[in-house]
């Protein structure tokens, strides 16, 4: 199922500065990307300083996920304002020494550019920061906002499933009714065939004879294309699946094999099909279906 979900991190401070939003602030960002998928597919893209958090981020996902693929992605951002400060003079006396030690032993060394300085500047007692208890705050927060979409996306899918199920009841309805009226008109195809062949033959088969066999050809023609049991069936199939989708939780994997056996009984009807309508019904039907199956897929 698919969904989206974005939080950030209120302003953080870098180790042993103040939190006042004026030092080295540091925001954290996390997105949580849902799509469609049969199976469950996380994809991680973190900043390298946050890698270790894979698997307990894995964890969190894996408990509430089952199905789609899924990508979570982190970002750190720091204020441009403080990125742009000037060092302090105690920092650049620092890295001046640096420069004249490493020109004594590399003398052909270019000297330090003004964005070599702001770099070294900027990473002077600077401990990584540990975004550990944050980032699975905002981890949890973004997973609930996903799901919450995922679950407006399955009320829809619901009712269009719900939708679906009425109206293959609908086409069996029809399918019912028509199966004597079949059976009636080609019992008389049959007679009306024997009747022939007498009046073009001797006269050793009787018109008795000739009913009877082309009631027994009626009688096995009824059974061939005799479909109560696969509408029977399909009521039956229709009504699991309406009462899944009513009772909620996860159903995906129970509603694919339901859809199987849909389409399964489908192409039953329309192999029995002895007429044009019959045939109809039958492929609007597996249309129906292979509507429900594309959406089921998706359903946790």
Partial sequence: MTGYAAVQSSTLSKPGQPDDGAHNP????????SVNSRFLDLAFRLPDE??????ALRELLNAKLKRGKVELRVGVS???SSSLQAPPPATLQRLNCLEDTIKSWLPHAAPFSAADVMRLASGQDTAPHDHTEELLKLAKKALKE???AREREGSRLKTMLLERTAQIRALC???SPMVPKLVSQQKDKFLERFKEALALGNDAATPDMARDRALAEATA???RIDVAEEVSRLASHLDEIDRLLNAGGELGKRLDFLIQELQREANTLGSKSASLEL???SVDMKVLIEQMREQVQNIE
Avoid: C, H, N
Avoid at 26 to 33: K, S, T, W
Avoid at 50 to 55: A, I, K, V, W
């Fill in 26 to 33: 540091v925001r954290l960002g996390l997105e949580i990307r």
């Fill in 50 to 55: 946050l890698r270790q958090m894979e698997p």
């Fill in 78 to 80: 720091v204020s441009s």
């Fill in 146 to 148: 996903l799901l919450a």
């Fill in 173 to 175: 309805a029809l399918v």
């Fill in 221 to 223: 023609f009824a059974i």
């Fill in 279 to 281: 045939t109809k019904i």
